[in-house]
């Protein structure tokens, strides 16, 4: 039994996550191959902006719901 299931585990293959990474390598080589240095500022620049931008939106999506939830009560005591 334990047999047929190791045989079930390796037909499961992760064909699309291959290909992303085939993609991703591809754009990192001919990008840095057409534009040089500039290209991996402007990748890892990216990169950082994303990661504040969701940290902000994050601070802000948190802050509108305790607004909402302190509106709530203070409508709901008087």
């Known amino acids: 039994m334990k ?3 190791k045989n079930m585990k390796r037909r499961f293959t992760n064909l699309p996550r291959s290909i992303v ?4 390598i ?9 534009l040089g240095w500039w290209f991996v ?3 890892v620049g990216m990169k950082i902006a994303v990661a504040v ?8 999506v948190s ?4 607004a909402v939830v ?9």
């Open 3 to 5: 047999q047929a299931e």
């Open 21 to 24: 990474w085939v993609l991703k």
């Open 26 to 34: 591809g754009i990192a080589v001919a990008g840095f191959a057409l």
């Open 41 to 43: 500022a402007v990748v």
């Open 53 to 60: 931008v969701k940290t902000l939106l994050s601070c802000l």
């Open 63 to 66: 802050l509108l719901c305790l």
């Open 70 to 78: 302190i509106t709530l009560i203070i409508a709901l005591i008087f």
